[in-house]
């Protein structure tokens, strides 16, 4: 799977409250950092495996289980859709 | 009050004038003219203000937002203050050259109303020839890349369409599919007994709205939004009184939600006036309502006061008098009746379209 972000979603950075924001249709997402580091990996073109990976050079603790349900929970508020990999 | 939050969304009203006499509109039966509009820099000044206050969403509203001729300036402001800018729309007047040019200027999403499936009473809804343009307007949005949401109100007329009204949305590319039932504002509480559904309506219609999520799966997202006079408990007006957004009128009054102005009780200030952040950190229509201590004593000693914040101010205000009281639809409520005797015979009155007094 290569997560990615629906169409009209956008990451930003809010400097009245100094913290990134996820921006969509309906409303505005405050990712915490963790969360921020797997969203700015949605491109379509990353893996769920990929990210899993970068994560680990930056946190520890980082569990594919965790990683997974966020982006499952992403995908069903619609901001962005799971692909099926080639592989 | 030392707790409140900042705000996340605005609705600017960019002007009341609109092509469509649609008798659920939720505008205020005194319509704004042209004249009593902000001007551009005003706009700009209050978006300024907005952002700076914490404001990362602006919709584009009205009436119809495009008969404003500034509207490119208005959404290249905000889009470049950082925020997220939605148009909402009727579509009509949305031309190829127009969305493009509004797509250049950054705009980020595209909110268009259909009234119906059928053009037969979309067209009577809207009190002219719109269908087709609509139509038109929602394939230049999707040929421009834009996220296009459909938005529908039901009512009594066209409940019974649900179906065709979601195929419609799918086949128009919508992303998005908003039904919404009718919330009784403004023109739409004058036209209420035309537009009141029955219960069994109802009742068919959100089977409709499962069987077609069922159906389309991702492919669109549809939202439902339930008709609240025939909900045990009341809509969570807002999220809570001015806790996360604000709405600007044409004329620049600064309101906590669209309908506020019923609230002849407090004043309500301008952006020409005051500024936005004192308005709505200090003034007294804002800070009316935030929190809990303002409830009746039903609310009060309710375990959902955290969940629906009392319900509707406005429509306890209009069904009672008190803008304090319990909103009427909560079955908790006192006043329940009125609702009961609404839902129970809605009547049949002949509707006055939008505009026309």
Not at chain 2, 107 to 114: I, T, Y
Request: aromatic fraction near 6%; charge should be neutral.
């Amino acid at each position: 799977m290569r997560p990615r972000l629906l169409p009209g979603v956008r990451i930003s950075y809010d400097d009245v409250r100094d913290r990134t924001v996820v921006l969509y249709p309906e409303g505005v997402l405050m990712p915490n950092s963790t969360a921020c580091a797997v969203l700015v990996r949605c491109d379509g073109r990353t893996s769920v495996a990929q990210i899993v990976d970068d994560l680990r050079a930056i946190y520890a603790d980082v569990d594919s289980a965790d990683v997974l349900g966020l982006l499952r929970r992403l995908a069903a508020d619609q901001l962005l859709t799971l692909e099926p990999s080639d592989g | 009050m030392a707790d409140t939050g900042r705000p996340f969304g605005l609705l600017a009203e960019l002007t009341h004038r609109c092509p469509l006499h649609c008798t659920y509109c939720s505008n205020p039966v005194e319509l704004l003219t042209r004249d009593r509009e902000l001007t551009t820099e005003q706009w700009q000044d209050t978006f300024d203000q907005a952002r700076k206050l914490g404001v990362l969403q602006v919709h584009l509203s009205g009436g119809e937002p495009l008969l404003r001729r500034d509207l490119p300036e208005l959404v290249r402001h905000a889009s470049r203050l950082g925020c997220y800018v939605n148009l909402v729309t009727s579509g009509l007047g949305l031309t190829e050259r127009r969305a493009a040019e509004l797509a250049g200027c950054g705009l980020d999403h595209v909110q268009l109303s259909l009234q119906d499936a059928s053009e037969t009473e979309a067209d009577r809804m809207a009190g002219t020839t719109a269908h087709r343009t609509k139509l038109a307007a929602a394939r230049i949005v999707r040929d421009l890349g834009l996220p296009l949401t459909v938005n529908v109100v039901l009512h009594r007329g066209n409940l019974d369409r649900v179906q065709e009204i979601c195929l419609l949305a799918k086949d128009l590319g919508a992303a998005r599919l908003e039904l919404a039932n009718t919330q009784y504002y403004g023109w739409a509480l004058r036209n209420r007994a035309g537009l009141l559904p029955s219960a069994g309506q109802l009742n068919r219609a959100l089977e409709t709205v499962r069987q077609m999520r069922r159906q389309l799966g991702e492919s669109m997202q549809i939202v439902y939004v339930t008709a609240d006079y025939y909900e045990p408990y009341p809509k969570p007006c807002m999220h809570g009184w001015a806790a996360r957004q604000l709405t600007i009128a044409p004329d620049g009054t600064v309101l906590p939600c669209p309908a506020a102005q019923v609230i002849k009780d407090l004043s309500w200030p301008r952006v020409t006036d005051r500024s936005l952040a004192d308005i709505w950190y200090h003034s007294e229509g804002f800070n009316a309502f935030r929190g809990t201590a303002w409830m009746s004593p039903t609310c009060t000693a309710c375990p959902r006061k955290e969940i629906d914040f009392g319900g509707c101010r406005c429509q306890a205000y209009l069904l009672t008098g008190r803008a304090e009281a319990t909103d009427p639809v909560c079955g908790k409520s006192p006043d329940h009746h009125l609702i009961e005797a609404l839902v129970a015979a809605p009547g049949d009155a002949e509707p006055v379209m939008r505009g026309y007094r």
